[in-house]
């Protein structure tokens, strides 16, 4: 079985900060790419950032500069850095991996920017 808890979110203003946390129950968590994505109302989900097993990292342009994704493998977690933050950027953000084809997703963390 496989289960992912994201915390972290909440309402910040433009120009601040928040780091996500999510936290996975996986064997062998170090050997699986971990991704977090975010969904706006009406938006498709999309993908923000990844790193894989290995460390390579991946972020969407429209992040790129500002966040950062990292895991602590002693913990099982993998963490999202937003800095300098954008109204645009609120969503609802979500921590996913896949496994043998198969995709798991976690509960979400709202995170909300104001102006």
């Known amino acids: 079985q496989v289960q992912l808890v994201e915390s972290g979110g909440g309402l910040v203003q433009a120009g601040g900060s928040l780091r996500l946390s999510c936290t996975a129950s996986i064997g062998r968590f170090s050997s699986y790419t971990m991704l977090w994505y975010r969904q706006a109302p009406g938006k498709h989900r999309d993908l923000v950032a990844s790193?894989?097993?290995?460390?390579?990292?991946t972020y969407a342009d429209s992040v790129k500069g500002r966040f950062t994704i990292s895991r602590d493998n002693t913990k099982n977690t993998v963490y999202l850095q937003m800095n300098s933050l954008k109204p645009e950027d609120t969503a609802v953000y979500y921590c996913n991996t896949y496994i043998n084809w198969h995709d798991y997703w976690g509960q979400g963390t709202q995170v909300t920017v104001s102006s």
């Open positions: 790193i894989s097993g290995g460390g390579s990292t």
